[in-house]
Each structure stands twice: as C-alpha cells, then as structure tokens.
C-alpha cells in the first residue's frame, strides 16, 4: 500500500492501478486475448508480478480462469476486448456460477464519451453480465478500482462462489491519476468460516444412527471447501457407504472399501438416508426424486448457501454452512456415541454384490481383442500407465462417462470435467490451468487431458498455447469420428455418393481418420497416431517419460463403440 505522504505527486495510469490492485487481493494468474483497449493491462499485470496467458479464444480464457478459481481458492482474472471479445467470456462466467466456482473477468468497453454514438464495439456489457455474474459493476472513477476490484474478489468467493464482472471504459486505460488520490483496500481475507446449528447437527447424527440403508454423497463443493482430511475421518468412524459425484471424485480415494461408484443406481434407489456433502439435487442426482430414489428417502443437506436448502426434496436436517466446519460438528458428535454402520449389513452385502457385476462386465469390455478398440479397451490400458497423482481433464459424450468410471481417482480437485452445466470445450482452458498451478505448486504432477474428438474440435487451437509456454500436458483424443457416434472411412465414403454432404452426411459424423495429432506436431509438441493397445501403450509410455514437451495421443476406436448398452448415453450420463 503507498505511502500518500511520499508519493503524494506520483502518477499511475489506469492499467497499473488496475494491475496493482488486482496483485493486492493475491491474484496470480490472468489469461485473455489482447486488442483494443485492454493491451496495456496486460503488460502492466506482468509488470507488477501477475502471470499472464495469452490464449486463442476469450472462450477458453474464461475457462481457464474459472479453474484457476476451483483449484486455488483464489479468482482466476480473464482480460477480454469489448464487445464480441466480453460475449465470448458468457459461456466461461456462467460455467463459473453454475459450477460454484470464483472468477473475475475484466472487459473494456467504449470510451465514456462515445456511450450511445455508436462507438467502436459498443455494448452494454455491465447490464449483459448480470444474469451470469454474482455482481457486476463498472468503477465510476480511477480513484475507486482498487475497492471495486476488491469487492470483486471478496463478492467472488465469499458465500456460495462464483464469477464477478468488472467493466473498464477504454477511456481509463491511459488515464493518469494521482496516487494520493486513489482509494486503496487491504486484501481481503479469506472467507469466513460458519458452522451449523448444534440442534442439527444432533439430529442429523440421530437420523444417521437409525439409517437402515445409509449413503453418504460427496459433492464438489467438499472438493472445493478442501474438507477431505476431515470427510475422510468421518467416513471411516462412521463406516458408511459414499458416492462422490464426478467432481468429487478423489475427496476420499475412489479405491477406498467404502466407495460405492460402480453400484450407484441401486445405492441411490435404495437408499434411506441421504447424506449430501456439498452436492446438489440436481440432474446430475435425478433431482432426488423417484423413479431413481426412494419415495420416502430422508435427507441430510449439508451446504453453504441457504437458498439451496430444501431444492426438489424436503430434508430431514438442514446443515447449513462450511462443509469442512461441518463436517468436524459431525465427527465430534460421533464420537461422543459410537455410531459405526456395521460392515456385515444386508445393505453392505447387496452393494458389494452389484460393485461386482458390474465391474465384471466393464472388465470383459476392456478386455476384448477386436481391433478397432472400444472405450473401455482404451481407457484399462491408459489407467494401467498414468500416475496415480495426475490431474486428470475430462471431457466428451461417452468419452467423459466412461472415463469417470474407469479412471480412478485418489486425490481432490483432480479431476476437473464439463461439470454442473455440462460445458463442452472446457478442456483445455482447464488443462492450461492445471499445468499451470501444478507447475508453482507440485512440479512433479502431470496433467493428462482426456477428449472426445468432438470435444477437442471447441478449442483445439488451444494447443498452440500449450506449446507457447511449453506446458507438459498430455493430451489423449479418444476419436470415433464422430458426436457420440461416427462413420468409418468406407462408410463415409459411401454416404458421399449419395450428394452433398450438408444433406448426406449424419449431423453427428466428423470427418474419419482425421488427424488431431498433427496439430500437436505443427507447433513442437510431440504427435502419435494410434489403432492398437499395443501402439497406444508405446505412445503413453513415450509422453510420459517426457516431462518437458506437450504430447498429443489421437487414439482411433470403433466409431460405433459406446457405453455398456445403453441409449442415449449423454443424457444418462450418470446411470451406472
């Protein structure tokens, strides 16, 4: 903070306020694209000791920045131009919201004394924001941005987090201010932590202790509140059966005795007690009701915003604050009585029956010989050659679900996916994230992005970044040719005897055979094309064992592979 009395006549220009103040609320990275009228906030954020991403689409801008947010507990900043360049931001700020996750995105916008005339990428950014954002605001004078922007920060993770938008007049940029003159704020603390009311948490544990048939649901908002010491203790002295939703996975190991993944419907159908950590009744849970849970299911809501409470299902016992304040009420109301579930229940029994079936079945999948390989054949030979400790990027149709499934994960907040609003073209927005955190934080940890061909079409161009500041991303595109399904090259070709593609060609077919992993190439990274297990071994052993350049493995299976019989597996995406 400046000493007014030293630096009475020094002056800053906008972008350096900007820049500084941001750097005073403990924001680290900033990823954009630069143009008119934002170019000098970029070099000035560099300048006061910000990192900065120069990305390919504000798009993917925004989605990195959003899991800057979910990975750190910090924002994330995502610097756009004004007007098609603050648009292209709407996807990342509402992902952001919906995911529950803190964001800050900076837009420039026309000079004040153009407003209305019609002025170079005109629009009214501060009104479009709202509906995505937890607060959206412009500085009505220089003077006042670094309490703006600290509102901003504070707005963002403060309660049920989320994104907040801040709207500099392109005017600001080069406009001078005196430093004594600037209103500055100290940095905002971290939030603060609330706990539930005794009375809950007693009949919670009550309603726990008489549970025939309990399940415990992590959510990613336990992920988030960085619980999983105090979640894991608990699920060990309680002895109860849990789920992680896709997020969530890792919070406690997915090979922990007590997880119940691979027998999740009939653990959400027959359940009497729900226990929700963090997750939300949304579709992603079939919204709590029946057919897929019991009609008379009593559940425990643990969350941090109280507007959540009660949302599709009328709960037993509302918990309302911190999950990790929570959770330590629960443990401590635990073991003043003894509540262990008894592991040789019949409802232990039943659940570990149907984890076998199923895993059995999935097995059988991965384990076939037949060339072009199916998704599991692929994803048992990746599992079997990653680190335990990788962050793993998900996104796609089938290659998403399946991958949940298969892939385990022993750690939080390393898997990030397309989430609550189901986003495609997350991917390597949140890969360049984690690259990047891994990097400061763990150097050791590597950053496997897995995607569907489809997926990787939304910001393929990405690449070229990761090849920019030489992040060590493996990148596999499982490719079937195709959204959810393809055609082989033969049957491509011919359909195009029938006429023109725009009128022949399925809308769900992508061109067959096409070669991802020359884009990887292209840019200095290291390119493999693969069709056997044997192939695809060699080349996940090759890119892991370089642990300097980005790798891209384009893996060719059955165009016509898909999850264990099932129709329209994207919008089943969580039956298993």
Avoid at 138 to 148: D, N, T
Avoid at 406 to 428: C, E, S
């Amino acid at each position: 903070q400046p000493d007014s009395a030293s630096g009475g006549m020094e002056e800053l220009s906008g972008a350096q306020l900007i820049a500084e103040a941001l750097r005073a609320q403990n924001v680290e990275y900033m990823f954009g694209v630069v143009g008119i009228p934002i170019t000098e906030v970029a070099v000035a954020a560099q300048a006061a000791g910000i990192k900065y991403i120069g990305m390919r689409n504000e798009q993917a801008a925004c989605y990195a920045a959003s899991a800057i947010g979910y990975l750190t507990g910090r924002p994330g900043v995502c610097l756009v131009v004004s007007g098609p360049g603050f648009l292209h931001t709407l996807g990342g700020m509402a992902n952001a919201t919906v995911n529950c996750w803190p964001l800050i995105v900076i837009g420039g916008s026309s000079d004040r004394n153009q407003e209305t005339m019609g002025a170079f990428q005109e629009f009214p950014q501060v009104e479009a924001a709202r509906l995505y954002n937890k607060l959206s605001v412009r500085p009505s004078s220089l003077e006042v941005i670094p309490a703006v922007i600290e509102k901003a920060v504070r707005t963002s993770i403060y309660g049920r987090p989320g994104s907040c938008y801040i709207d500099i007049p392109g005017d600001f940029v080069n406009l001078q201010v005196n430093k004594s003159s600037v209103k500055y704020v100290e940095c905002c603390p971290p939030p603060p932590i609330s706990t539930a009311e005794h009375s809950a948490v007693s009949e919670a544990a009550s309603i726990i202790a008489h549970a025939k048939q309990p399940l415990l649901i992590i959510g990613k908002g336990a992920s988030y509140s960085r619980a999983e010491n105090n979640i894991r203790k608990f699920v060990d002295l309680s002895g109860l059966p849990f789920l992680p939703t896709p997020m969530a996975k890792g919070v406690v190991p997915d090979n922990h005795p007590n997880c119940v993944a691979a027998a999740r419907s009939m653990a959400l159908l027959h359940a009497d007690v729900i226990i929700l950590l963090g997750a939300r009744l949304n579709w992603i849970l079939h919204f709590g009701l029946p057919p897929r849970f019991r009609q008379d299911v009593k559940v425990i809501q643990i969350d941090i915003c109280a507007e959540e409470m009660g949302n599709n299902v009328r709960p037993a016992a509302m918990l309302l604050g911190d999950i990790n304040a929570i959770t330590k009420q629960l443990l401590e109301e635990f073991s003043k009585r003894p509540l262990k579930y008894p592991s040789n229940s019949e409802w232990w029994k039943r659940l570990r029956e149907k984890m076998l079936n199923n895993e059995e079945r999935s097995k059988d999948l991965a384990l076939q010989k037949s060339l072009p390989m199916n998704y599991y054949t692929v994803f048992h030979h990746i599992r079997e050659l990653i680190p335990k400790d990788c962050i793993l990027v998900s996104e796609g149709a089938n290659t998403m679900d399946i991958g949940r499934t298969m892939l385990p994960n022993y750690h939080p907040r390393q898997r990030l996916d397309a989430g609550t609003f189901g986003t495609m073209g997350v991917g390597l927005g949140f890969a360049i994230a984690a690259a990047l955190v891994a990097k400061d934080r763990t150097p050791e940890k590597r950053v496997i992005c897995i995607e569907g061909d489809s997926a990787f079409g939304f910001s393929g161009m990405e690449v070229e970044t990761i090849c920019r500041y030489n992040l060590p991303i493996l990148i596999i595109v499982v490719n079937n040719n195709g959204i959810y399904t393809g055609l082989d090259a033969g049957s491509w070709k011919e359909m195009l005897q029938y006429g023109d593609p725009v009128t022949s060609v399925p809308p769900v077919s992508l061109l067959p055979n096409a070669r991802y992993e020359e884009i990887m190439s292209a840019f200095g990274g290291k390119g493999y094309f693969v069709n056997t297990p044997e192939e695809l071994q060699n080349a996940v052993k090759a890119s892991l064992a370089d642990k300097r350049a980005p790798s891209l493995i384009n893996v060719m299976i059955d165009p016509q592979s898909e999850r264990k019989k099932q129709e329209f597996p994207w919008l089943t995406r969580s039956n298993l």
